[in-house]
């Protein structure tokens, strides 16, 4: 069969442009958004009197065929059939005949390709919202067990203050937090339907495209034309909000791979998401985060090369717009399989507290409570500074830590110290002594999980309703 739309044409289409230009390769993600657009396109020809209903339901159900074949592997998507559009409606034709070929009555590829797309992504956001909550489960049930596990806080990652390590979890409890929101927001720009739009101007055939809005469960239809088949505004935004969640796991894929290290040995990862050396047998390499971390650039990547495309196109659709679908793919694959494997890798690992303890005994991580407790005694901060670290320096100097250091010794550097010092320096006491709401006290941290568990049961509940809507 000649090329749908060939009868201009006296050439047939040189073999190499044909596979330069042809999406079918990777544009075949969207086979079941194509169809389920074009099964709603159909009946509101059909619902408008622009086809009869006899012809609406011989393409209904060759559509659902073709859906059938694909979803058997049976179909074949060859280059030559260009993109998914050609190649689901040539199947069509020679599934049904001519009257196939009035599917695409009051429509452009432009229009319809935009909106596979919004289907898809519709999609993609409910299940990455649904992945950001299992993966927030993660830590919460580690912040849980380890309510009395403190390990050093780090600043420039050098020891800085003890804190709760559920305090730490529940940082990262929060980022994920503010992912889901920035998708649930982003979800309102993908919810319009461009369908109708046409080529760039509208159609001449009376369309109702809020019957086609109803019928593919869109909110909103794109009220300008142009703008409907040139924007791609919600896959940048999508793209932007996976390269921010995929800062946040490479983030926490860095702690991980410090703390399981000889120099850490804070936690070990299981042995499920870990790999082994082919020449050092005594190997146990954390593969994931480090894959993880590694696969962040790709993400940013695909951010970078879809705003570039975009920076300098004139309205409406150009071919330069093919290269939007690629990246956006290969962002759902990979943000995909991270968010997988983190959930179960955070649940199965195994927190070392003995390790914790011991590098919050043998640190200055309590300074900043001795200048706190001078302080509070009528010391001007400045002066409790300065006299904290001349102490810190007399320990380093002597070999000490400073709840080593005598009462005399204490004294030395100042007359306010007493007895009541050495409790206000126990790990626990540095802890709980922060007891301001998102601070690391234990009460402020178990109110954080109270919380995060209720945010938990709102977002599975909003999963829910609008998996729901996005079928």
Same mark, same amino acid.
């Given at each position: 069969m000649s090329k749908l739309w060939g009868g201009r044409f006296?050439?047939?289409?040189?073999?190499?442009? !044909?596979?330069?230009?042809?999406?079918?390769?990777?544009?075949?993600?969207?086979?079941?958004?194509?169809?389920?657009?074009?099964?709603?396109?159909? =009946?509101?020809?059909?619902?408008?009197?622009?086809?009869?209903?006899?012809?609406v339901e011989k393409i209904k159900e060759g559509l659902l065929k073709v859906r059938e074949r694909i979803r058997r592997g049976e179909h074949e998507f060859s280059v030559a059939d260009e993109d998914i559009h050609m190649s689901v409606e040539k199947a069509l034709i020679n599934e049904i005949g001519?009257?196939?070929?009035?599917?695409? =009555?009051?429509?452009?590829?432009?229009?319809?390709?935009?909106?596979?797309?919004?289907?898809?992504?519709?999609?993609?956001?409910?299940?990455?919202?649904?992945?950001?909550?299992?993966?927030q489960e993660a830590p919460i049930r580690q912040a849980q067990a380890n309510m009395d596990t403190i390990p050093p806080g780090y600043t420039h990652l050098q020891r800085a203050q003890p804190i709760l390590f559920a305090h730490h979890l529940m940082a990262y409890v929060a980022m994920f937090g503010r992912? $889901?929101?920035?998708?649930?927001?982003?979800?309102?720009?993908v919810d319009m339907l461009p369908l109708g739009a046409g080529a760039l101007a509208g159609t001449t055939f009376p369309i109702d495209r809020w019957y086609t809005a109803k019928l593919l469960n869109f909110s909103r239809v794109y009220e300008n034309s142009l703008d409907a088949v040139s924007d791609r505004d919600f896959i940048v935004e999508f793209l932007s909000n996976a390269a921010l969640i995929m800062a946040h796991l490479s983030r926490l894929s860095e702690e991980l791979?410090?703390?399981?290290? =000889?120099?850490?040995?804070?936690?070990?990862?299981?042995?499920?998401?870990?790999?082994?050396?082919?020449?050092?047998?005594?190997?146990?390499n954390p593969d994931v985060p480090e894959l993880v971390r590694g696969k962040t650039g790709r993400v940013y990547g695909h951010l $970078?090369?879809?705003?570039?495309?975009?920076?300098?196109?004139?309205?409406?659709?150009?071919?330069?717009?093919?290269?939007?679908?690629?990246?956006?793919?290969?962002?759902?694959?990979?943000?995909?399989?991270?968010?997988?494997?983190?959930?179960?890798?955070?649940?199965?690992?195994?927190?070392?507290?003995?390790?914790?303890?011991r590098a919050v005994d043998q640190d200055f991580s309590n300074a900043t409570d001795i200048a706190?407790?001078?302080?509070?005694?009528?010391?001007?901060?400045?002066?409790?500074?300065?006299?904290?670290?001349?102490?810190?320096?007399?320990? $380093?100097?002597?070999?000490?830590?400073?709840?080593?250091l005598t009462m005399d010794e204490f004294k030395e550097f100042?007359?306010?110290?007493?007895?009541?010092?050495?409790?206000?320096?126990?790990? !626990?006491?540095?802890?709980?002594?922060r007891n301001v709401y998102g601070g690391t006290a234990a009460s402020q941290v178990a109110a954080a999980i109270e919380r995060a568990e209720a945010e938990l049961a709102r977002t599975a509940a909003w999963v829910e309703e609008y998996a729901e809507k996005s079928k």
């Open positions: 006296t050439k047939q289409t040189d073999q190499l442009v !044909e596979e330069y230009t042809a999406s079918i390769t990777f544009d075949k993600e969207m086979a079941e958004e194509d169809i389920q657009g074009s099964l709603a396109h159909v =009946t509101m020809l059909g619902h408008c009197g622009i086809l009869p209903q006899e012809d001519p009257v196939g070929g009035k599917l695409h =009555t009051g429509r452009s590829r432009n229009d319809q390709v935009a909106t596979d797309m919004h289907l898809y992504l519709r999609k993609r956001i409910v299940e990455f919202v649904d992945l950001l909550r299992k993966l992912d $889901i929101e920035r998708l649930q927001d982003s979800y309102k720009r791979i410090l703390w399981s290290s =000889t120099e850490f040995q804070f936690v070990e990862l299981d042995d499920a998401f870990c790999t082994g050396s082919s020449i050092m047998p005594q190997k146990k $970078i090369g879809l705003l570039t495309v975009l920076k300098s196109l004139p309205l409406a659709y150009n071919k330069d717009m093919q290269e939007d679908k690629e990246g956006m793919f290969d962002t759902v694959k990979t943000l995909r399989g991270a968010l997988q494997l983190f959930a179960p890798m955070i649940e199965t690992m195994k927190v070392r507290k003995d390790r914790m303890r706190d407790f001078l302080a509070a005694k009528g010391m001007p901060f400045r002066q409790a500074h300065e006299v904290i670290g001349k102490m810190v320096l007399y320990c $380093i100097q002597n070999g000490k830590f400073l709840l080593d100042s007359p306010l110290f007493d007895e009541t010092i050495y409790q206000v320096l126990q790990p !626990e006491s540095v802890v709980n002594a």
